[in-house]
């Protein structure tokens, strides 16, 4: 079945070390997003990418970073300069946005959630 | 940017309607979406509409658009057990560059 990958779905991580949150779509999707969701607070924006090898910064990219060498895989790296990494990540994919009918639907995997110890 | 809001909890009884509310601030925001996230897991995509309508049904689900006010409704009939979940309104531009999500409103249908 096509869809979405997010692995681990849960991650502990020590103060100071560098965590990669694997993100993998089998649905031919040109774009793919990472989203931080915290409680009450809507998904925010970290990275985006259109296109492979291309990548553009979210809202809230700081101590993030992301990679985009192949088209099924978008990987994000939380930083140990990401003063609080605590959340669940989001990732998602869109097909061609000019794709004719295209209705710009995001397909979201089920999350990871990262937890500083 | 686009802020959009949302209140962020909703109760009902099972059987009646449920209505779920959001605002949005770009009148360029020419795709406006809803979206379910059941707990621990992804959104689905529930229902969109595109800027240039007002209303849209699909089974029990209606969404409304006043675009004048930069409101946008979903009203789901016959609420079940089955609909408690976290709500998002998003909203994106022609481009589809960014999508712009509120804070999510938490349903709890009671039996």
């Known amino acids: 079945d096509g869809g979405i990958t997010q692995s681990p779905k849960y991650l502990f991580r020590k103060e100071g070390q560098n965590v990669t949150l694997s993100c993998e779509q089998n649905?031919?999707?040109?774009?793919m997003y990472w989203y931080r969701q915290d409680p009450g607070q809507g998904l925010r924006l970290i990275y985006y990418?259109?296109?492979?090898?291309?990548?553009q910064k979210g809202d809230i990219a700081e101590g993030y970073s992301v990679s985009r060498e192949k088209k099924e895989s978008f990987p994000l790296t939380v930083t140990s300069a990401q003063k609080n990494p605590t959340a669940f990540y989001l990732c998602?994919?869109?097909?061609?946005?000019?794709?004719?009918?295209?209705?710009?639907?995001?397909?979201f995997g089920e999350g990871s959630r990262l937890t500083v110890l | 940017g686009e802020d959009v809001e949302q209140s962020l909890f909703l109760s009902v009884r099972e059987g009646d309607s449920s209505v779920i509310n959001c605002t949005y601030t770009d009148s360029s925001s020419t795709y406006l979406y809803w979206y379910k996230q059941e707990p621990g897991a992804g959104l689905q995509l529930l229902t969109y509409i595109f800027s240039n309508m007002d209303m849209k049904q699909d089974q029990r689900l209606t969404v409304l658009l006043n675009k004048k006010d930069k409101h946008l409704s979903l009203r789901i009939a016959d609420t079940q057990t089955g609909d408690s979940a976290i709500y998002f309104c998003?909203?994106?531009?022609?481009?589809?560059?960014?999508?712009?999500f509120g804070s999510g409103t938490k349903l709890n249908v009671k039996p």
């Open positions: 649905l031919n999707h040109d774009a």
């Open positions: 990418s259109q296109i492979v090898n291309d990548f």
């Open positions: 998003a909203a994106a531009l022609y481009n589809f560059n960014k999508f712009y």
């Open positions: 998602a994919s869109m097909g061609r946005a000019q794709t004719s009918g295209t209705t710009g639907e995001l397909f």
